[in-house]
């Protein structure tokens, strides 16, 4: 029973983001289509196939564009304030960005490599990101060459713990930034392929 809860599970994780990302744009493409193909196809005087499509990726080009830009940035920073202060709706908006922000773009190009450390005591390991060498006036303090590591929390890695550690205590592994991303948020069902690898 557990092992059919666990393949229950692991699908579920697998399935959910396809889903939601395909329900998404496919929302965002009907919208765009019930609104401008027939105000738009009466000025020009004929039908365009995938006028929808077209006005959809236009729209998205255009929204990054004004997302990229001073003005654009103050405008999603006052809407994501606006909605933090809404009840249920900033735990699914903030929920999903950070999501996003930590596996596709922000944080994960922060991160130097997957590593091991003992943390938070002796005999308990966990899996951290090394950012950066910590500054040289620490490393001189403590004597030892440390490495500045970030140690993600689950199921939302953007939250966690920053540490400085010895870098003789940082044990390198051989998962990709992406994959140990998904061990993270999944609690650990979602195994990497060199671990399953290993464990068969």
Known sequence: MKKIR???????????PIVVTSMLIGWIFNTVDSIFRV????????????????????IILGT???AT???????????E???SKIPLVNTIYLSIKQLIDTILMKQRDAFKSTVLVEYPSKGIYTIGFVTSDAHRDISEKVGKRMKSVFIPTTPNPTSGMFIMIPEKDVMPLNITIDAAL?????????LPEQMQMKDK
């Not at 666990?6 to 959910?16: H, S």
């Not at 940035?73 to 809407?79: C, D, G, Q, S, T």
């Not at 998904?182 to 979602?190: Q, R």
Request: aromatic letters at 14%.
């Open 6 to 16: 666990k393949i229950f599970i692991t699908g579920l994780f697998v399935l959910t």
């Open 39 to 58: 105000p738009i196809e009466k000025i020009i005087g004929f039908r365009i196939i995938g006028i929808g499509f077209i006005l959809t990726m236009i």
């Open 64 to 66: 990054g564009v004004f």
């Open 69 to 79: 830009n001073y003005l654009g940035k103050e405008f999603i920073h006052f809407v």
């Open 81 to 83: 304030r606006a909605l």
């Open 182 to 190: 998904k061990l993270v948020v999944s609690g650990g069902i979602l």
